[in-house]
């Protein structure tokens, strides 16, 4: 071999031994080292998208006739009410009106100067004027769900606990 084929061979072998010292655990032949850190966790299910179009609350048919009229703005509110078997609203009256639907299960209404309650049921929505004094009460087995909707005076309170209307209530 000559000088210059000797010089080459010495450089090829230089330039792989320093190639093979930047090498990776892993590479080259030589084992990866055991990791302690823990799998990445997997990632969230797909949240669902929202319903197109509008989500029905609740319907119900007001048998009476409904006026309302507010003196200026107004503060409209809609809630989901839970009655438990048994359970009221307790005496109040609302500084404005209020509809409700029952969705579910039954309500007796009571209102000052009309001591004689009224059943709803299921698909039945009620109408009270603004400020009269009334009770909402769960008189049957099962939980009571109502939508209500009111529209009060803004800064008013959304209601104000009165004396029982009616006796034995």
């Known amino acids: 071999m000559t000088r210059i084929g000797r010089t080459m061979a010495l450089f090829t072998v230089a330039g792989c ?3 093979a010292g930047c090498a990776q655990p892993g590479q ?3 084992p990866a080292p055991a990791t302690t850190d823990p799998p990445p966790a997997p990632a969230a299910p797909p949240t669902s998208p929202p319903p197109a179009g509008p989500v029905e609350v609740g319907v ?3 048998q009476d006739r ?3 009229r507010t003196p200026g703005p107004a503060v409209f509110s809609v809630r989901t009410v839970v009655l438990a078997p048994g359970a009221t609203t307790g005496w109040h009256r609302l500084p404005g009106t209020e509809m409700s639907i029952v969705k579910s299960g039954s309500i007796s209404l ?3 100067n009309a001591c004689d309650p009224v059943r709803y049921g299921p698909g039945q929505a009620m109408f009270v ?3 009269v004094p009334h009770l909402a009460r769960n008189d049957g087995p099962e939980p009571a769900e109502l939508v209500v909707t009111s529209l ?3 800064g008013a309170p959304e209601r104000e606990d009165v004396p029982p209307a009616c006796p034995g209530t």
């Open 110 to 112: 009571l209102e000052e």
């Open 66 to 68: 409904v006026s309302i």
């Open 17 to 19: 031994l320093v190639l």
């Open 60 to 62: 119900g048919t007001v």
């Open 152 to 154: 009060l005076a803004p």
């Open 129 to 131: 004027r603004d400020g």
């Open 28 to 30: 080259l032949g030589s």
